[in-house]
């Protein structure tokens, strides 16, 4: 019988990073609450500066759309790893997009379909 494949928890998969203590891919597919991310962490350039410590969420999947999971994960990271910027790749529709502008996410320039909200020691 097979072993099914469990996802890196997201919090966990920051952390190894953020510590620099990872010999692992930059980059993955997560787990948090009924969420799966695919997700970067490291450096980015948004608006032309570089940002070494930042969360890249390129694809979110919610077991259950339309519950608010999404927004509860930003806060937590938001409260959880505040020197971090977030950086939302790929935005696809206008609410979302409006969704992201109420949490504090401004336009990426350059990348119309791209969102960022900076650390706090940016």
Known sequence: M???YKLP???EFIRI???GQSRLPRNSYTRWDTLTIYVRVGPRYLNGVRYDRVIDIANVTADVPGKGAFTRM?????ETYPSFSLYVECVLTARF???LE?????????????FHILGTTC
């Open 2 to 4: 097979e072993e099914e």
């Open 9 to 11: 928890q997201l919090d």
């Open 17 to 19: 990073h953020a510590e």
């Open 74 to 78: 930003i806060s937590h990271l938001r």
């Open 97 to 99: 997009a409006k969704g």
């Open 102 to 114: 109420r949490l504090g996410f401004v336009p990426t320039d350059g990348h119309p379909q791209c």
